[in-house]
């Protein structure tokens, strides 16, 4: 195995996650112990924000009001794209009942959760689609409570745009409140009364640490912290499609991975050389993130082959994986840890990050070795049941008593022996054993 880095990244994901645990554990105790007052006096000091934090229905029909109408289209143009695939990811997953053996039925429902709290980010950007990722799935889901917060701006409170999106999406409250303070408030259900079953949706790394903190005593859609790409690529792939695409996502924040494995040694000199280029021509603050995203998690690594290259990319887990290669289906066939995958030149991850339809929503710092992205099923409970005739006790109870015996638990066994004596009195089933 031959593997040469051409550019190597000084950091990791997991950099600095020491201090970010001491950070959040310490505001998450304090939220706690004070409640809303503390989670109030936490917006005013991280935020500046001292305004309502629950959204009236004005300041909706307000945003909606304030929207201009070609806006308003593109924003519903997500929404329907997102639902739609969202629907059929629901009709995919089905509920059963199978007798699977005679007088002994079972099945499987799916359940969804009655409250889950969708945290929309909103430091450094708008994020509009995040709104509707995490929205429209629960909504599709079945849930019952949808509650959703975001960071006020400065002196502004959510932007219109997220709270049009929200409310179209069908958020049933909105708290203006972002990072630790927004995440504690949906868990302990501060300011709606409905404490959360389940806390989704991406964020930095305070957000991302606080839900895994909080991670027990409440469900987690996954770890979904600061967005990473990983492009895989061969000497038929464009260097400057593969540059624009590694800057479009460094451009998230200075601790945004990006990653290039190419099997071409021409495509990863071009590349790293038109990188700089882009990243200088983008406006400020964006120019400043993408700079330090690449100048520290910029990683470029030449392989000698397509195995090699997918053992790399692999290797990463990234959370969008690109492929500018011939054969996207040897690909598609190949890799197993990546979020989301897009084959081919011609899709880009901003298409999927904006309103192509398959969420946005996805595993980070390697979590794409265990999990998927947000879909329904995460919203959905997936548990059993059981029903039996007397007859079929005559069966399952002798074997469940002496599984029970073999395991030393005489309890457990007698439960069955007392449904053997009393259906079926004229029996002795010990002798049987
Ligand atoms: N994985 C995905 O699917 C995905 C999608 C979109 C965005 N993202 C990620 O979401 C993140 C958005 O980050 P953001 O910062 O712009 O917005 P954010 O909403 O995640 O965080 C803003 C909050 O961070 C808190 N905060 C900031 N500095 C703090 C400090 N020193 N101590 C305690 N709290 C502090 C503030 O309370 C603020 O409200 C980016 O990392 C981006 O990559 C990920
Ligand atoms: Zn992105």
Known sequence: ????????ADKRPATGEEETRRTVASLLDEIERGGEPTALDCARRLDGWDGP????????????????????????????????????????????????????RAGQKLIPMTTVGCYVPGGRYAHVASAIMSVTTARVAGVRNVIACSPPRRGEGIPTSVLYALHLCGADQILVLGG????AALTFGLFTGHPADMLVGP??????????????RVGI?????????????DGTADPRILASDLVGQAEHGPNSPAWLVTTDRRVAEETI?????????????????????????????LCDSREE??????????????????????WLGRLVN????FLGEETTVAFGDKAAGPNHILPTKGAARYTGGLSVGKFLKTVTYQRMTRDANRELAAVTARLSRLEGMEAHARTADDRLAKYFPDQDFRLEA
């Open 53 to 104: 934090i629950v959204v009236s229905p004005e300041a909706i029909a307000a945003a909606e009001a304030a929207l201009p109408p070609a806006l308003k289209d593109d924003i519903r143009y997500a929404h329907d794209r997102v639902r739609r695939f969202a629907e059929h990811q629901r009709h995919s997953l089905s509920e059963f009942e199978v007798e699977l053996e005679p007088g002994f």
């Open 221 to 233: 859609d996954m770890f979904a912290g600061p967005s990473e790409i990983g492009i895989i690529a």
């Open 273 to 301: 050389r038109l990188v700089p280029g882009l990243i200088e021509a983008l406006p400020e603050p964006n120019r400043g993130f993408a700079a330090a995203a690449w100048r520290e998690y910029g990683e470029v690594t």
């Open 180 to 183: 630790v303070q927004g995440i």
């Open 309 to 330: 290259a997918a053992e790399v990319s692999d290797g990463y887990a990234p959370e969008h994986l690109e492929v500018h290669a011939a054969d996207p289906d040897w």
């Open 1 to 8: 195995m031959s593997i040469e880095t051409l550019k190597r």
């Open 338 to 341: 990546y979020g989301s995958l």
């Open 203 to 216: 964020g930095n790394q305070y957000v991302a640490e606080a839900k895994r903190l909080l991670f027990g």
